[in-house]
């Protein structure tokens, strides 16, 4: 883990993505001059910006993390089921449900 943020890992990322700074800048919502706060370690980046670098720069989070500096937060489980999925499964459970719960009636009238 980087003590302070790897600003050459991060330019050399940067450049083989064909990327500049104030892509990242946009890509995090930022001024330009935040982003150069970032860079020289001014300003600390979220769980939530460490996620968008490294979709950005099609590196892992935690790689992200570790040049961003020692007190960069690793965002949680990148492989974590999302509310959309969870809400699909839910929605086919209740309909499974409702399907047995008429078999069940269906046969107790039988």
Do not use: C, N, Y
């Amino acid at each position: 883990m980087a003590l302070f943020f790897d600003a050459d890992w991060f330019d050399a990322r940067l450049a083989a993505a064909h990327l500049a700074r104030a892509d990242v800048a946009r890509a995090l919502g930022i001024s330009d001059i935040e982003i150069a706060e970032i860079w020289k370690d001014q300003r600390e980046l979220s769980a939530h910006d460490v996620a968008i670098l490294a979709a950005l720069l099609a590196q892992p989070a935690k790689e992200i993390a570790a040049r961003a500096g020692i007190s960069t937060p690793v965002p949680k489980a990148e492989s974590a089921i999302s509310l959309a999925d969870l809400a699909a499964r839910l929605e086919r459970v209740e309909t499974t449900l409702a399907e047995l719960k008429a078999l069940v009636e269906r046969l107790a009238r039988q």
